[in-house]
DNA sequence: AGAGGGATCTTCT
DNA sequence: GAAGATCCCTCTC
């Protein structure tokens, strides 16, 4: 069972997307994306696969280490397609954490620790390992080298499909108010961004990013080091020496961070 | 603005 | 049997 399904209504007819930042090309009805992704696979290629040009591809990942990837994927887009009605969200990753596989003690590989739950973990670089935590959450990686070493995303600022998101995240609410949520705290939270972009274990663990027409990543902007804080991770007190490295990374001054 | 607690269940010991 | 990479509501200062 999903966390808590209240009696909410559909989100009615989206509006149209905003154009939130230079990450966007051009308009596009959303519909669009429905029929070109649905022939993508293993047809002619007269009409360019559903693709963007702009997709991140697995080079994205090879040869980073894990830190400079939770570095890299700042600023980069998010992008998921919905299912049934083929809407695609996005939303600028502000927030990450490294996790350093086996030698961390904060990971679930630590010692190198697998078990078929934590598989996702070794397989290929950007791979996703969605897994549920505190019973009602769920949280996202990604697989950052194969051989358990990870990145979370930790937030996300969005970008296009917002009247979803909110819907999304509304489904997921104790209250039965229906207020929307303000926007820095639609998705400024590992948990957060997994309901309002509609990711969870059984729909996107163990799927590449790289190679998905369900969930993929497309160039945003490059982040310099100046512009990235660097802080201890949140939530891992436990992991002694190693809940005080400087492992997580934001966008400074971004206000769609889960914590200052 | 910050502290405290409840909801809820998979995973491994 | 216990812990957990959380969120959100409520209470207090």
Partial sequence: MKPTARNKPKSKTSTVKTVANSGVKRKRK???????????????????????????SADFFNNKSCVDLAKALLGQILCRRLS?????????????????????KASATYNGRRTEHLEPLYMTRGTCFVYMTYGMYHCMNLSADGNGNAVLLRAVQPIDGLDQMQSLRAKCRKTGTDTPYKQTLLANGPSKLCMAMDIDRHNINKVNITDSELIWLETGSTVSDDDIVCTKRIGIDRAKEWANKPLRFYIKDNEYISKK
């Fill in 84 to 104: 049934p009605n083929g809407q695609t969200l996005k939303a600028t990753i502000v927030e990450t954490e490294a996790y350093l596989g086996a030698e961390d």
């Fill in 30 to 56: 959303s519909t669009e994306i429905v029929v070109s992704d649905v022939h993508s696979r293993g047809h002619i290629k007269a009409k360019r696969s559903a693709k963007p040009m702009n997709r991140l």
